[in-house]
C-alpha cells in the first residue's frame, strides 16, 4: 500500500537530512499552483458546468478560511470528470425518482412444451433496477473524485487543510488542544 503524499508546508523541515528538500519541494508546489481558477474546459453540459462554478466557489471560500489554494494545473482534467459525472448523477437520480423500485420484477416469455403441446407459463425474475445500479457505480466514481479534490472531510484531512472558524466547534476540540 502506497503512503499518501504530504503537502511540503506540513512536514517537519528538521526531520529530512537532505539539506533543501523541503525548499525545493515547496518552489515547485507553488508554482503548480494556479493563480486564478482554471478557465471551463469545453464541451461540457449545462449541469456540468453549474457544478464546475459551484466548485471553483467552494474551493474560493476554502482559501478565504484557509489561505490554502488547493486546485492547481494538474487538477484540472479531475474536476472536469468530477463535474461530468455529479451532472450524470443528477439526471439519474430524476430517472430513478419516477419509480423508486431498487428491484424489478421481470416476467420471461412462456414457451410452449414440445411433448404436451402445453403452455408454461412465464417465469418471474427479480433483479436490480438498472438505473438503480447505475446510480450506485456514479456514487463510488464521484467519492473517489470528491477526495482527490478535497471535496470530502477526508480528503481535506489527508492534505492538511483545516478550515479556520473563528470560535471553537464543540468540547472535544478544547480537550484536543489541551
Known amino acids: 500500500m502506497s503512503k499518501t503524499p504530504t503537502a ?8 529530512y537530512k537532505k539539506t533543501g528538500y523541503l525548499d525545493e519541494r515547496k518552489s515547485l508546489e507553488q508554482k503548480l499552483i494556479l493563480q486564478d481558477n482554471p478557465d471551463m474546459p469545453e464541451g461540457m453540459t449545462a449541469g456540468a458546468e453549474r457544478i464546475w462554478n459551484e466548485t471553483l466557489a467552494l474551493y474560493d471560500r476554502l482559501y478565504e478560511t484557509s489561505g490554502m489554494k488547493v486546485v492547481c494545473v494538474l487538477d484540472q482534467s479531475t ?9 450524470i448523477l443528477d439526471k439519474l437520480y430524476l430517472e430513478y425518482k419516477q419509480d423508486e423500485n431498487v428491484y424489478k420484477t421481470i416476467v420471461t416469455k412462456s414457451k410452449s412444451s414440445s411433448t404436451s403441446g402445453e403452455r408454461k407459463s412465464g417465469t418471474e425474475k427479480r433483479v436490480i433496477n438498472p438505473v438503480f445500479a447505475e446510480i450506485n457505480k456514479y456514487e463510488t466514481r464521484l467519492t473517489k473524485l470528491a477526495a482527490e479534490l ?3 472531510p477526508a480528503g481535506r484531512a489527508r492534505m492538511g487543510i483545516a478550515i479556520l472558524q473563528g470560535s471553537k466547534n464543540n468540547d472535544l476540540d478544547d480537550f484536543l488542544e489541551s
Open 79 to 87: 474536476l472536469k470528470s468530477y463535474c461530468i459525472c455529479r451532472d
Open 8 to 15: 511540503a508546508n506540513l512536514v517537519d523541515n528538521a526531520k
Open 150 to 152: 478535497c471535496l470530502t
